[in-house]
């Protein structure tokens, strides 16, 4: 089994910064691209921003020079840096890992999702 587990989202005013992180636990062998989604009301599920097992990183034209991702491969956690929030950021983030399995299964594997709410 291999789980996925988010913090950090919460409600802010326009402007500020919140800080998301997602630890991957269980049956590991390796995690190769980590990355975050969102979800707003009504909408489809976006790519937010992806970082490789090498530390490369693309975003979405949206968050591009406010939002950071970055990642700890010895506690196979990632993270997502917010700042400068607006109101049209709010949504569920979601975390996503290719993990390889110690079975040698890969796998795409999403978390809960974490609501950040962005107040104008």
């Known amino acids: 089994q291999v789980h996925l587990v988010e913090s950090g989202g919460g409600l802010v005013q326009a402007g500020g910064s919140l800080r998301l992180s997602c630890a991957a636990s269980?049956?590991?062998?390796?995690?190769?691209?980590m990355g975050w989604y969102r979800q707003a009301p009504g909408k489809q599920r976006e790519l937010v921003a992806r970082i490789t097992s090498g530390g490369s990183t693309n975003y979405a034209d949206s968050v591009k020079g406010r939002f950071t991702i970055s990642r700890d491969n010895a506690k196979n956690t990632v993270y997502l840096q917010m700042n400068s929030l607006k109101p049209e950021d709010t949504a569920v983030y979601y975390c996503n890992a290719d993990i390889l399995h110690v079975s040698f299964v890969r796998g795409d594997y999403w978390g809960q999702g974490t609501q950040v709410t962005v107040s104008s």
């Open positions: 269980g049956s590991i062998f390796s995690i190769n691209a």
